[in-house]
């Protein structure tokens, strides 16, 4: 092997090295929660009462008393933490895993809806007070 190839081998190595991107890391949820039963892949929309977005993957949908389902979406949904509002469309009388969010960002005074992200399963859990 040449001198010449062995460089331009070399190089296509080193460009190809940078195009695989490890995914992002996930940052530990902040609060911690305690899992208190089983995960479901619905919640009545009814039972919803407010929603606290804790970072790009993890939305707790708050109910009723100490009620929470915590919801770790199975890819960053960007924008989601540092809008901190989203909303979706259901026909359903429910909100499920399969359903798809959407980020909404502000832009000037209006609101627009931004990328569409897919929801986890809902994990019921108590929130560990700080």
């Keep these: ?9 070399a190089s296509a190595s080193l460009a190809l090295a940078g195009c695989a991107q490890e ?15 089983e995960a479901r892949s619905c919640i009545p929309i009814a039972q919803i009462s407010s ?13 009723g008393g100490k009620k929470v ?5 199975p890819h960053r949904c960007p924008g989601l933490k540092s809008e901190d509002a989203f909303t979706y469309e259901t026909s359903l009388t429910q909100l499920c895993s399969t359903d798809i969010i959407y980020v909404l960002r502000r832009i000037g005074g209006s609101l627009e809806r931004g990328p569409g992200c897919g929801l986890g399963k809902f994990v019921p859990v108590e929130v560990e007070k700080k």
């Design 51 to 63: 929603t606290r977005i804790r970072d790009d993957w993890t939305i707790d949908f708050m109910g």
């Design 23 to 37: 995914p992002p890391r996930r940052p530990p949820v902040s609060p911690a929660a305690k899992v208190v039963g």
């Design 69 to 73: 389902w915590r919801n770790t979406l």
């Design 1 to 9: 092997m040449n001198l010449r190839l062995a460089l331009t081998a």
